[in-house]
């Protein structure tokens, strides 16, 4: 066989092999949609981690013994296991919204009828951003502030940010973005790609989640728990880690729990993530809300490193939509190009308000929400509930103990119908069915009320 016709072989070949990878998929596509359909009956979670490790372990071996490249084999796996997901949950419709955003929208619709709502699942705090916040506000248009800026954020309010955060940082390892938000966004979409792996500790705010499922990225969980004081087990940490692991987030003072990870904990995961050479993404937006000591990411020498804050939650600033990343130059260029490519900068007045905020002090807004954790927890220690008192952030994350209602959804639904609107803890991870997340992101007067209702309630039940 001549040369041109061993090629010609050797192309037909890898177009059938290729036709049958598809009716291969093909066929793995329509026994998902059967395993959703039976999953529904049943009334059980589309996402089962312990069938999809065991896909994983046999998919590992079989790789081996091919001598396959592992961490191909793991990609391609994982875009198989995210599309059945996929599959499955547009059976159940169950993924479209967020059992949180569910009960905030319910309530908005109650409200509309004219019934009065005690808003405790809101993480918005209800205080005013600083009066010089105020101040420059109301000069931007006379100062003519409003026009494109460096996509990485005006110079003044990078130089500020890299000021303040110390460390040695410089204004070229920061990213102004609009809200931390957005800085997880960049930071997962600009350097993950599809069927790579990132591993998240639960409980968590599910937009790391939400962020990964967008791109294809396939998150791992890892569970803690209220009687190990939500303290994540290193080696259980270590024990996710595999060829398509990327990335680990952290995020402490933490949301729903309040937990801050000790530091010696911290320093054995930093020290992990570099004998992987994983990223390490802190998501530091509560760190203002510290009453223990907290140790932030920042301390720590470590070149895959991304730090976020934010302007919302440290100065009451939520819609005014600032945030940042702090990073190596690099990452902070990657991460900057999704920026371009999405919303060109942050919005010029918005940036000047941050820099303004900058200067003023935090101290009161950080009395007031510690004061109204401890009136929560005061209160719920007297109801049927089990809790670790936070480290930080601005909510309380109890268990509930009712023998009556066995499930947050319950309590959740009967609290509503009350007047009382509460974030379901399975928000946080779908193992937490019996916390609820009140808020401490309201006046006391609010609080109390809405703890009133809640301790009939419970004691009733
Ligand atoms: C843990 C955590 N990170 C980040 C954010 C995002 O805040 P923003 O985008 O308003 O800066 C929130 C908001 O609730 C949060 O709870």
Known sequence: ?????????????????????????????????????????????VEDEQVENDIKESIIKLAKELGMDLEFSGKLLNILLLESVKVQNRKSDSHKISPHMAVF?????????????????????????????????????????????????????????AERTGYGTNSEQVLVTPGGRFAVFCAITSLLKPGDELINIEPSWPAY????????????????????????????????????????????????????????ILDKIVSMSKDYNLFLLSDEVYSAYSFVDF????????????????????????????GYAISDKEIIRKMSSVQATSITSVAEPMQYCALMALESTIHDNVDLVKSRIDLITKRIRKMRTEFVYPDGAMYVYPKILSDVY????????????????????????????????????????????????????????
């Not at 040369?3 to 049958?20: A, F, G, P, W, Y």
């Not at 190990?228 to 402490?252: C, G, H």
Request: hydrophobic share 35%.
């Open 1 to 45: 066989m001549s040369n041109s016709e061993e090629l010609s072989d050797l192309r037909n070949q890898i177009k059938e092999v290729t036709n049958e990878i598809i009716r291969l998929v093909h066929n793995r596509m329509e026994i998902a949609k059967r395993i959703g359909n039976v999953k529904q009956e049943l009334s059980i979670d």
């Open 105 to 161: 929208m319910k309530a908005k619709e109650m409200e509309k009828l004219g019934q009065n709502i005690f808003h405790l699942e809101v993480g918005e705090p209800d205080y005013a951003p600083p009066l010089s916040v105020r101040n420059e506000l109301l000069k931007i248009y006379d100062d003519k502030k409003y026009h494109y800026t460096e996509i990485s954020g005006i110079p003044r309010l990078r130089n500020a940010i």
């Open 209 to 264: 989640k939400e962020c990964a499922d967008f791109i294809g990225v396939k998150i791992r969980s890892l569970k803690t728990s209220l009687e190990d004081k939500w303290i994540p087990n290193v080696s259980k940490l270590e024990n996710l880690v595999n060829a398509n692991t990327k990335m680990i987030i952290l995020n402490y003072p933490n949301n729903p729990t309040g937990k801050i990870l000790p530091k010696n």
């Open 295 to 322: 140790t932030s990411l920042l301390e720590y020498e470590c070149s895959k490193k991304i730090t976020i804050s934010s302007f919302s939650k440290t100065f009451g600033m939520t819609g005014f939509r600032v």
């Open 406 to 461: 066995k499930s947050d959804m319950a309590l959740v639904k009967k609290l509503l119908e009350n007047g009382v609107a509460i974030a379901p803890g399975s928000g946080f991870g779908s193992f937490y069915k019996h916390f609820i997340r009140i808020s401490a992101c309201q006046p006391e007067t609010v609080l109390n009320q809405g703890l009133d209702i809640m301790e009939r309630i419970l004691t009733q039940g």
